[in-house]
């Protein structure tokens, strides 16, 4: 099935500057990536997504690459506002169809004053 | 609120004891799923519906848990004599399939503590 791996698990950055998380999936057929954010006490809220077709994606602060032969992607975070502090999921369609998510296993972003 | 709904938001219950969580997804959706998510991890899928019909569920899903979509909109998720590796976020998500656009939209999640 599936595998995605995430990292790093933790990242602190000074406000201003900006953020990098990267994962890596195992299922070459992989076609539709988001990334997830999640504050503490709430559900995962999608925050931008990248389909195969493309190999980057951009809303403002936030971006994602894709590297399908690497079978990598990365969400970047530029100008780092506190507000952005939050778990992070990166997330890709588990084996067997259905839409259902494989996710990774999250990222603390910490954006220090 | 237009969002996907989920009720309770926390449950603390006694070892043994039966529990049923809700999910009101976004009116218009056809897909709904369940995920799990224990302390320091991503989600975990646990089943899912396409309308009234269960169409998977994970190897996850024991045979102490149940899932319905009745009428193919709300969905509820039971969990017979709990047990304390059942602490964790149940969160519900719906989507639109068929439209093209494979963006799944999550509930708050109820929170269940086992003791």
């Known amino acids: 099935g599936e595998n995605v791996e995430q990292h790093p698990s933790t990242l602190s950055v000074q406000e201003g500057d900006s953020a990098v998380i990267k994962c890596t999936y195992s299922d070459s057929a992989s076609n539709y990536f988001p990334w997830y954010k999640q504050e503490l006490g709430k559900g995962p809220q999608l925050i931008i997504d990248i389909r195969s077709n493309v190999g980057e994606k951009k809303d403002q602060r936030i971006a994602v690459t894709l590297n399908k032969t690497a079978k990598h992607f990365s969400l970047h975070i530029t100008e780092t506002q506190p507000e952005d502090s939050a778990v992070y999921f990166c997330?890709?369609?588990?084996?067997?169809?259905?839409?259902?998510?494989?996710f990774g296993t999250g990222t603390q972003l910490k954006v220090e004053l | 609120d237009t969002g996907v709904s989920q009720d309770p938001r926390h449950k603390i219950t006694k070892r043994g004891q039966n529990v049923t969580f809700r999910c009101d997804p976004i009116s218009e959706h056809n897909r709904l799923y369940w995920y799990r998510q224990t302390l320091g991890q991503g989600p975990e899928f646990l089943t899912y519906?396409?309308?009234?019909?269960?169409?998977?569920k994970s190897r996850l899903l024991s045979n102490r848990f149940s899932a319905e979509r009745p009428k193919g909109s709300f969905s509820t998720l039971e969990i017979q004599r709990t047990e304390q590796g059942d602490s964790a976020m149940y969160l519900c998500a719906s989507r639109l399939q068929g439209s093209g656009n494979t963006e799944a939209f999550f509930g708050q999640g109820t929170r269940l503590t086992v003791v």
């Open positions: 997330a890709a369609p588990s084996t067997g169809g259905g839409n259902k998510l494989t």
């Open positions: 519906f396409q309308n009234e019909a269960q169409l998977e």
